[in-house]
């Protein structure tokens, strides 16, 4: 279309420009009370021209109820003179149904001679799609304003031209601000900042304008009230056009968590039980104290007749006796020095500074503090002291392992000599003193180069063939560098005192699963481990087992854990939810070296263990001892009394066995006839043709 002059911008041109902005135009003439309303008003709203009755009021029959009393309040004001013009936005319903929101404009375009308003122009524009965008907008506002009032986080913003700063109601909360408006001094924010956190913190909120990148810093306001808190910032720079820009942030406080993040640190670092240093931690502290080259000495404290404590007055009195030894020695040692618990009732300690005068006295301080344990009411019947080993560490070359295996060796040689007492490591007088270290640390390198064996021992029922009850008792071997098997007496202790037993108990049930799974699936034979202390203790224990046993399909109820007297004192809680978990899976338990410790009847009572195991001890010396032959016959008839089957090791002479049937015990249940013998060899006895045909009689 060509363009038109302006004398030629006749009534066709505009009705073409309200048709083109999509305006409705409405007229109302006051004095006869009539109401025009252009054709694009019609269409806006579905009709044709003159469809409905064109009255005054038409408009507000069409008008949304809840919106009527708004829209005649936005006339009637301006028809009082109390506005410059018709302002408000309404809902209009269209033919089909639904509403239409408009944005009603106008005014009075005449008046009488009085002033009186005879008519009145405005036009109403369509602006569904706006509010539609902006019921959206506040949908997301509502989930954001719900995601800060949860995450407890606040927002601020500095306006960089006016120098002023805002911060909603969450920031003043966290800074314990009372005000009534959200604008602050531009200096208010600099005075809450801790002294020493403050250069760093006002780095990190000078984002770089121009940059759209985020800064996240965490730092401590002090209030007013004098609390410290721990808060978390976000902050970056906002462009403003034809301004110098905003910088905009979030801060959340974040107490509590450095709290929780503390107290986690504390406990991955120390004992539960006595707040010293745990294992892993000292490792650690001594690592880089030798690496200093200062001269040291280092401790080892185990203390004596702590079992027999435990077995009389119970594990409260123990865990009494613990904490009291462990506050002991630490007001006999230097503030330089640190102590820790190395598990059960060790303790290790590295004095800086200390020669061996100095250490022999503070040693002689421990015993003395060690006799004067609070021991509550046992403290009438028992008696507590310490071996003690200590090792002079000088040379920077020397290691953590290395340096302990000394102190360990000299308490060997304070327990060897009467107990109650301490001793100083000499390398003459050990030259073998690293052997329990290098046996551990032999041990682990086993695992992986093939030179650890797993053996088995058979477990016969009495008088019965071994095919009616298939059961073994899985075992490992070490063999040396040198070919020649290490007895399981060496390295296991060794294993246990270097924290390497849970890790050894781990690749004895996951080999001999992962090699004779299938031998269990086919029920041709159960299998049984011993669980060392620090396994019995370990929290992924189950999920480790779930975890083999799905990988390999090895049935739970073809597997057995027996755990010992020794173990279940070292931790009496972890040894409950071991069996309850045992149980809830259908795997066998047994009670381990049953008649070795004053508690073991209590363990009877306390763990729902399917078997016991009569200590070695009792049955060895069976044929001689009357005493010995009594223990057995009441262990049998106890245990045959609530269920449980019993097993009697050592029996390694016909002559034993002969004893125990004259004897008249009704074991009924089994016991360790052959000696240990490698595992596969076991099995493959169980899973060949030759385990159909009938077995000999274990007589």
């Not at 005075?191 to 810093?217: I, K, M, N, W, Y």
């Not at 808060?231 to 509590?256: H, M, N, P």
Request: charged share 25%.
């Amino acid at each position: 279309m060509a363009r038109q002059g302006k004398k030629s911008r006749n009534g066709e041109f505009w009705a073409l420009a309200l048709e083109r902005a999509h305006l409705g135009v409405w007229d109302w003439d006051i004095a006869n009370g009539s109401c025009f309303y252009s054709p694009t008003w019609w269409r806006m709203l579905g009709y044709e021209e003159g469809e409905l009755v064109d009255t005054a009021d038409l408009w507000l029959r069409l008008t949304h109820p809840d919106d009527r009393e708004r829209a005649l309040a936005s006339g009637n004001a301006h028809i009082a003179g109390q506005t410059e013009a018709i302002e408000t936005e309404l809902r209009l319903k269209h033919k089909l149904g639904h509403w239409v929101w408009v944005l009603d404009r106008g005014g009075i375009v005449e008046r009488d001679t009085d002033g009186r308003p005879l008519r009145l122009m405005g036009v109403q524009t369509d602006i569904s799609k706006q509010k539609a965008a902006e019921a959206e907008l506040e949908q997301v506002n509502v989930r954001f304003r719900l995601a800060l009032a949860a995450s407890g986080t606040g927002i601020w913003h500095h306006d960089i031209a006016t120098s002023k700063s805002y911060w909603d109601a969450r920031t003043r909360d966290i800074f314990g601000l009372v005000a009534d408006t959200d604008e602050v001094t531009a200096d208010l924010w600099h005075t809450f900042l801790h002294p020493d956190d403050r250069e760093a913190t006002e780095q990190a909120h000078l984002p770089t304008p121009g940059s759209d990148a985020v800064t996240a810093s965490q730092y401590r306001i002090i209030r007013r009230d004098g609390v410290v808190r721990h808060v978390e910032s976000l902050v970056r720079f906002i462009a403003s056009a034809g301004a110098a820009g905003q910088v905009l942030g979030t801060v959340r406080d974040i107490t509590e968590d450095k709290l929780r993040e503390q107290e986690l640190a504390y406990a991955a670092r120390h004992d539960a039980l006595t707040g010293l240093w745990n294992r892993s931690a000292f490792d650690r502290l001594l690592a880089d104290h030798i690496a200093t080259g200062v001269p040291l000495a280092v401790f080892y404290v185990d203390l004596d007749y702590f079992k027999a404590l435990n077995d009389f007055a119970g594990h409260a009195a123990g865990d009494l006796a613990l904490m009291s030894v462990a506050a002991g020695i630490v007001r006999c040692l230097p503030p330089s020095a640190h102590a820790a618990r190395l598990g059960g009732d060790e303790f290790a300690l590295l004095v800086p500074h200390c020669d061996a005068a100095q250490a022999e006295r503070l040693a002689g301080g421990i015993l003395t503090a060690v006799r004067g344990a609070d021991l509550g009411l046992a403290a009438t019947a028992r008696r507590l002291a310490a071996s003690i080993g200590i090792a002079i560490v000088n040379d920077r070359a020397t290691t953590v392992a290395d340096a302990l295996a000394c102190a360990d060796d000299a308490c060997y040689a304070a327990k060897a000599a009467g107990r109650d007492r301490f001793a100083v490591f000499s390398a003459e007088a050990n030259s073998g003193g690293l052997n329990a270290a290098r046996l551990a640390a032999d041990t682990v390198d086993a695992m992986e180069d093939g030179r650890l064996k797993l053996f088995g021992q058979e477990i016969h029922r009495l008088g019965r063939p071994w095919q009616e009850n298939r059961h073994v008792e899985v075992l490992a071997r070490l063999v040396g560098r040198n070919g020649k098997l290490i007895p399981p007496g060496e390295f296991i202790p060794a294993a246990e005192r270097f924290g390497i037993a849970a890790r050894l108990d781990r690749w004895i049930i996951r080999t001999a699963l992962s090699l004779h799974g299938a031998a269990l699936r086919s029920g041709a034979l159960t299998l049984g481990f011993n669980l060392s202390a620090q396994t019995l203790s370990d929290p992924g224990l189950w999920n480790f087992v779930d975890s083999i046993i799905e990988q390999t399909g090895a049935p739970h109820s073809g597997i057995g854990f027996e755990i010992t007297e020794t173990a279940a004192v070292t931790n009496f809680d972890a040894a409950e939810t071991f069996v309850r978990k045992a149980r809830e899976r259908r795997c066998k338990v047994s009670l381990d070296d049953f008649g070795a410790g004053m508690s073991s009847f209590e363990y009877l009572r306390r763990f729902p263990v399917d078997a016991i195991k009569i200590d070695g001890s009792f049955i060895e010396h069976i044929a001689e001892s009357r005493f010995d032959r009594e223990i057995v016959s009441a262990i049998s008839g106890i245990a045959r009394s609530v269920g449980c089957a019993v097993v009697a090791e050592k029996i390694e002479e016909p002559e034993t066995l002969g004893i125990l049937q004259a004897m008249g015990v009704d074991f009924g249940q089994g016991f360790l006839l052959h000696r240990p013998e490698p595992l596969e060899q076991i099995v493959a006895r169980a899973t060949g043709p030759a385990s159909r045909a009938p077995a000999r009689k274990a007589s």
